[in-house]
């Protein structure tokens, strides 16, 4: 399986970026956002089901919004009104039907006070 991750970038506080991840894979059971700043532990961020069940971190709910589109086979993270303390890379995980996790490359979020 394979996780291509996209659409990181430097925004402004209060700014929104779109995180991409395409998986080469349609099947899985859950797919999901983690981030990761220097020095701290990676933390997840957003998680959807197969299903299309969301769930959030407490520090991002109301902010982000994490979505699927099926025919495309990719999970996107719309970030809105971002702040200093979302700077992180932003990593794509997926979890298949058998347990197994994989993780795409990270992607760099940097908000400028």
């Known amino acids: 399986v394979q996780l291509q991750a996209s659409g990181g970038g430097l925004v402004q506080a209060g700014g929104s970026l779109r995180l991409s991840c395409a998986a080469s894979?349609?099947?899985?059971?859950?797919m999901s956002w983690y981030r990761q700043a220097p020095g701290k532990q990676r933390e997840l961020v957003a998680s959807?089901?197969?299903?299309?069940?969301?769930s959030y971190a407490g520090s991002v709910k109301g902010r982000f919004t994490i979505s699927r589109d099926s025919a495309k086979n990719t999970v996107y993270l719309q970030m809105n009104s971002l702040k200093p303390e979302d700077t992180s890379v932003y990593y794509c995980?997926?979890?298949?039907?058998?347990?197994?996790?994989?993780w795409g490359q990270g992607t760099q979020v940097t908000v400028s006070s």
């Open positions: 995980h997926l979890r298949n039907m058998f347990n197994r996790d994989y």
């Open positions: 894979e349609s099947m899985f059971t859950l």
């Open positions: 959807i089901t197969d299903g299309e069940v969301p």
